[in-house]
């Protein structure tokens, strides 16, 4: 090897030019890993709503996202609740791999990395507060956060986790703003590459000769050395391992009079466990029969007519004119409407057997409903005819002193009384008294129309009835189910075409009454199947035409 060296030495010598290079390592300027990021921060937008709906009322630079405001207002110009921002710009990662991003926070955000969705909360989703996306070292990704704040405490930090690294808030130079807003379009910058080494002397190669001797003596002792020493370690470890197969002998001996034991006890547990079967499979019988003989646990709400009376207001929950299609939910403020009913107004609740109710007009089939199936805080309330819309059904559940809360299902927000301005609507719950109803139990009364149905004899199994026939427009429809089945009825003009259809759903046992509004259809004769289960039962039924309410009756009438 020696040889070999001063060989090339020589050779370099005759030719007159001797090449000595070094590799570049860790610290020389080759090293580009430690480089810092240029950045100034994100381009934020704030909005006074909670949807960032409009034009943003102010723009500028945050160097982080890295907010306390409290119940304190965010900025000049934006509330302290109901609000929203959008922070839009680049991030560039200090080396390649997977970046685990958090946003510690309570209320709503998104974000998104190369258009890539990483983490959503939106709109009360259900889904953790994190999500992870691969960034390269000295590339920029696109990068958006929003932020929705309803109101109470409000604070944001947005962090990363990089490989092998615990979160931390994003540092501002590694944040870009948008273009025109102090984000540089210039590359990084790049460490120069070293110069060349100039040619050494000629003269000099006899002392570079003795110098790369010197060097391979001492790589010589220091190999000899390493080889002794690692001898040393291969005499200790075959040591090692004679002792270590001592241990593996004992511990076969060991594991051996374990499995002996093991087995002894198995056997043990084995009866152990049959008495313990025995003995649940009488508790068990024991529980059945409990059960059985035990009554049935009442529901939170009994089905039946109530008044929804206002915990902050004192006043009960009404409609203007319930007859007419999209009619809003109110509170009366002390003034009532001409045409108003002078008693408090009245909601059948009904149970749909999965834990959610429906909220009827008494006297109509118009339900309680959330406009439009909006998810957002502050959408008014609506009356419309029940289609089975997730925006129609409620969860009603106690909160404190015999008030409950009305939950929609499709949002999970409450039915809400805001201020004078928004009147009733849905919000997320907070607790808050304007979001606690109470239920007062009224006795229903029968209306006169159906106690002479009652009198008519029924058709067919489920004894249907409809009264009065003719009629102007407005019947009573009367059946009976001998059990809990779904039932639902179609309403069929001279020419065999559906002009009225009911929603089909299961229905308890015992006797039944609907009232049909008919009064938009033209006079004449039509056909109204009722089917309950798989048995359909025909009756007709004459509309006449509609008079004015202050002309007279006709003769016989």
């Given at each position: 090897?020696?040889?070999?060296?001063?060989?090339?030495?020589?050779?370099?010598?005759?030719?007159?030019?001797?090449?000595?290079?070094?590799?570049?390592?860790?610290?020389?300027?080759?090293?580009?890993?430690d480089?810092?990021?240029?950045?100034?921060?994100?381009?934020?937008?704030y909005?006074?709503?909670?949807?960032?709906?409009?034009?943003?009322?102010?723009?500028?630079?945050?160097?982080?996202?890295?907010?306390?405001?409290?119940?304190?207002?965010?900025?000049?110009?934006?509330?302290?609740?109901n609000?929203?921002?959008?922070?839009?710009?680049?991030?560039?990662?200090?080396?390649?791999?997977?970046?685990?991003?958090?946003?510690?926070?309570?209320?709503?955000?998104?974000?998104?990395?190369?258009?890539?969705?990483?983490?959503?909360?939106?709109?009360?989703?259900?889904?953790?507060?994190?999500?992870?996306?691969?960034?390269?070292?000295?590339?920029?990704?696109?990068?958006k956060?929003?932020f929705?704040?309803?109101?109470?405490?409000?604070?944001?930090?947005?962090?990363?986790?990089?490989?092998?690294?615990?979160?931390?808030?994003?540092?501002?130079?590694?944040?870009y703003?948008?273009?025109?807003?102090?984000?540089?379009?210039?590359p990084?910058?790049?460490?120069?590459?070293?110069?060349?080494?100039?040619?050494?002397?000629?003269?000099?190669?006899?002392a570079?000769?003795?110098?790369?001797?010197?060097?391979?003596?001492?790589?010589?002792a220091?190999?000899?050395?390493?080889?002794?020493?690692?001898?040393?370690?291969?005499?200790?470890?075959?040591?090692?391992?004679?002792?270590?197969?001592?241990?593996?002998?004992?511990?076969?001996?060991?594991?051996?009079?374990?499995?002996?034991?093991?087995?002894?006890?198995?056997?043990?547990?084995?009866k152990?466990?049959?008495?313990?079967?025995?003995?649940?499979?009488?508790?068990k019988?024991?529980?059945?029969?409990?059960?059985?003989?035990?009554?049935?646990?009442?529901?939170?709400?009994?089905?039946?007519?109530?008044?929804?009376?206002?915990?902050?207001t004192?006043?009960?929950?009404?409609?203007?004119?319930?007859?007419?299609?999209n009619?809003?939910?109110?509170?009366?403020?002390?003034v009532?409407?001409?045409?108003?009913?002078?008693?408090a107004?009245?909601w059948?609740?009904?149970?749909?057997?999965?834990?959610?109710?429906?909220?009827?007009?008494p006297?109509?089939?118009?339900?309680?409903?959330?406009?439009?199936?909006?998810?957002?805080?502050?959408?008014?309330?609506?009356?419309?005819?029940?289609?089975?819309?997730?925006?129609?059904?409620?969860?009603?559940?106690?909160?404190?002193?015999?008030?409950?809360?009305?939950?929609?299902k499709?949002?999970?927000?409450?039915?809400?009384?805001?201020?004078?301005?928004?009147?009733?609507?849905?919000w997320?719950y907070?607790?808050?008294?304007?979001?606690m109803?109470?239920?007062?139990?009224?006795?229903?009364?029968t209306?006169?129309?159906?106690?002479?149905a009652?009198?008519?004899?029924?058709?067919g199994?489920?004894?249907?009835?409809?009264?009065?026939?003719?009629?102007?427009?407005?019947?009573?429809l009367?059946?009976?189910?001998?059990?809990?089945i779904?039932?639902?009825?179609?309403?069929?003009?001279?020419?065999?075409?559906?002009v009225?259809?009911?929603?089909?759903?299961?229905?308890?046992?015992?006797?039944?009454?609907?009232?049909?509004?008919?009064?938009?259809?033209?006079?004449?004769?039509?056909?109204l199947?009722?089917?309950?289960?798989?048995?359909?039962?025909?009756?007709?039924?004459?509309?006449?035409?509609?008079?004015?309410?202050?002309?007279?009756?006709?003769?016989?009438?």
């Amino acid at each position: 090897m020696r040889r070999l060296i001063l060989c090339s030495l020589v050779a370099g010598l005759s030719s007159g030019i001797i090449n000595l290079t070094a590799a570049p390592g860790p610290g020389r300027p080759d090293d580009a890993s430690d480089r810092t990021g240029t950045g100034t921060g994100l381009t934020a937008s704030y909005y006074t709503n909670g949807t960032l709906a409009g034009a943003p009322v102010l723009r500028r630079v945050d160097p982080s996202i890295d907010f306390r405001w409290g119940m304190a207002a965010p900025a000049p110009g934006v509330p302290e609740d109901n609000f929203s921002v959008r922070w839009e710009g680049l991030v560039a990662a200090p080396g390649t791999g997977n970046y685990r991003f958090v946003a510690r926070t309570d209320d709503e955000v998104r974000l998104w990395i190369n258009g890539k969705v990483v983490l959503d909360t939106w709109n009360g989703k259900k889904k953790n507060a994190e999500g992870t996306v691969g960034l390269a070292a000295g590339e920029k990704a696109t990068i958006k956060l929003e932020f929705a704040e309803a109101d109470g405490d409000a604070h944001l930090q947005l962090q990363w986790a990089g490989p092998g690294q615990a979160p931390q808030l994003i540092p501002t130079s590694y944040l870009y703003p948008l273009e025109g807003e102090g984000m540089p379009t210039a590359p990084e910058p790049v460490a120069a590459a070293p110069a060349p080494a100039a040619p050494k002397p000629v003269a000099k190669a006899s002392a570079e000769v003795d110098k790369a001797e010197n060097k391979i003596a001492k790589a010589e002792a220091k190999a000899e050395n390493r080889l002794d020493k690692a001898e040393n370690k291969v005499a200790k470890a075959e040591a090692k391992a004679d002792k270590a197969s001592a241990k593996v002998v004992e511990a076969e001996k060991a594991a051996a009079e374990k499995a002996a034991a093991d087995k002894a006890a198995q056997a043990q547990a084995d009866k152990t466990a049959q008495a313990e079967a025995r003995a649940a499979a009488r508790a068990k019988a024991a529980a059945d029969k409990a059960a059985a003989n035990a009554p049935d646990a009442p529901a939170i709400v009994e089905p039946g007519v109530y008044v929804l009376t206002s915990r902050t207001t004192g006043q009960p929950l009404q409609v203007l004119d319930p007859s007419r299609p999209n009619s809003r939910a109110y509170q009366d403020a002390g003034v009532t409407a001409p045409g108003a009913r002078s008693e408090a107004p009245q909601w059948r609740i009904e149970s749909l057997g999965n834990g959610y109710y429906r909220l009827l007009v008494p006297g109509n089939n118009k339900v309680l409903e959330v406009l439009g199936s909006s998810t957002s805080n502050g959408t008014p309330m609506n009356v419309w005819t029940y289609y089975s819309g997730n925006n129609q059904l409620w969860k009603i559940e106690p909160t404190e002193n015999g008030y409950y809360k009305l939950l929609a299902k499709h949002s999970n927000k409450a039915l809400s009384i805001r201020d004078s301005i928004d009147g009733i609507v849905q919000w997320r719950y907070s607790g808050k008294e304007g979001q606690m109803w109470k239920l007062t139990p009224v006795q229903e009364e029968t209306p006169a129309p159906l106690i002479m149905a009652g009198a008519r004899p029924g058709v067919g199994a489920h004894k249907m009835s409809i009264y009065p026939n003719p009629s102007n427009g407005v019947v009573q429809l009367r059946y009976e189910l001998p059990e809990a089945i779904p039932m639902g009825w179609v309403l069929y003009n001279q020419n065999g075409a559906p002009v009225r259809v009911s929603d089909y759903r299961r229905q308890n046992a015992g006797a039944h009454h609907q009232t049909l509004d008919f009064t938009g259809l033209p006079p004449g004769d039509y056909n109204l199947r009722m089917t309950v289960g798989t048995v359909t039962t025909r009756e007709q039924l004459q509309l006449r035409k509609q008079r004015p309410a202050d002309a007279p009756a006709p003769a016989g009438e």
